[in-house]
């Protein structure tokens, strides 16, 4: 069983099947209704599911055909379609594909309405609301975009979390540790703190060549954990 926790919207892939349990708003469940549920409940009924993510409004998967796909809220494009829209109506209350590309490799779980997933090619890609340099791509603004973009070209990073808000944690592929966005309380672990900065393409922790991601970590509004 593979498991991505966080703040709103625990997730879990249960032998190829989705299931779920958490309080919800926009459909967050995927279950196509707008109901809480206190006990795990299946979405639909595929078992073709690979990754689970999600942010604090929905969620994002891919399956093992490549496909990308996403419910919840799109109040500010995470759903990938094009389009943005508020309440129940603007949302998606069950799974829908992300564009017709099949070679999607990984989801990754985000702080507040961002999104971000990699490619078979290592290619990182991003949509939704990105804020204060979260992405690592050369911008402090908020950047919006209701379907996904790439930010980092294939073969330089491995792997990516976001342990808490406005902040990215980048391992790269020769086992390095670089870090992008805010460092207001140190966070970003660079040396900079206590002065509050952004820091809009990642820098450098340290100089080990060993680091591993591990993603069932979120520590708030504290320091990372990788």
């Known amino acids: 069983t593979k498991v991505s926790t966080g703040s709103l919207l625990p997730a879990a892939i249960n032998p190829s099947n989705l299931d779920r ?8 469940l995927g279950i196509n209704n707008a109901t809480s549920m206190s006990v795990p409940v299946q979405i639909g009924t595929d078992t073709n599911w ?18 990308l796909w996403a419910w ?17 109506a603007g949302s998606a209350s069950v799974p ?16 507040g309405s ?12 991003a949509w939704g609301n990105g804020e204060d340099g979260v992405w690592g791509n050369n911008s402090c603004n908020t950047q919006k975009y209701s379907s996904p973009i790439q930010i980092h ?43 509050c900065c952004c820091l809009s393409s990642p820098v450098q ?9 591990n993603r069932d ?7 990372p954990v990788a």
């Open 21 to 28: 349990s958490i309080n919800v708003s926009s459909g967050n």
């Open 50 to 67: 690979s990754k689970i993510a999600h942010s604090n409004y929905g969620a994002f998967a891919v399956k093992t055909n490549g496909t």
């Open 72 to 88: 919840g809220s799109n109040n500010t494009g995470q759903l990938g379609q094009n389009t943005r829209g508020s309440g129940l």
């Open 114 to 125: 961002s999104s971000m997933a990699k490619k078979t090619d290592g290619s990182f890609w």
């Open 153 to 195: 070209a294939a073969g330089v990073y491995s792997d990516f979390v976001t342990p808490q808000s406005k902040l990215g944690l980048w391992r790269k592929c020769d086992g390095t540790l670089w870090a992008s966005g805010s460092n207001c309380s140190g966070q970003l672990g660079c040396g900079d703190w206590p002065s």
């Open 96 to 111: 829908i594909q992300i564009g017709s590309d099949t070679n999607w490799q990984d989801v990754y779980s985000q702080w």
């Open 217 to 223: 970590v979120t520590t708030m509004w504290s320091a």
């Open 205 to 213: 922790i340290g100089s080990d060549t060993n680091w591993t991601m």
